[in-house]
């Protein structure tokens, strides 16, 4: 369940660092690290947040 959501959520575009912490809380999690090791079982959701990661990691680094 968690991992399709997270893929729905992917393909629609939603903000999935902001929808996580909602699973989180849904499932009852304590730390978010939790959540997301759902992610490393599945090669394309980890391809797609490392993606993301680089991305994030580049606009941080411009505006340093």
Request: net charge negative.
């Amino acid at each position: 369940m968690v991992v399709r959501r997270v893929q729905l959520w992917h393909e629609g575009g939603a903000s999935i660092e902001h929808a996580m912490f909602w699973l989180c809380t849904y499932l009852g999690h304590a730390n978010i690290s939790d959540t997301y090791w759902y992610l490393t079982g599945t090669p394309e959701l980890m391809e797609a947040v490392g993606v993301r990661f680089e991305r994030f990691v580049r606009q941080g680094a411009g505006h340093a």
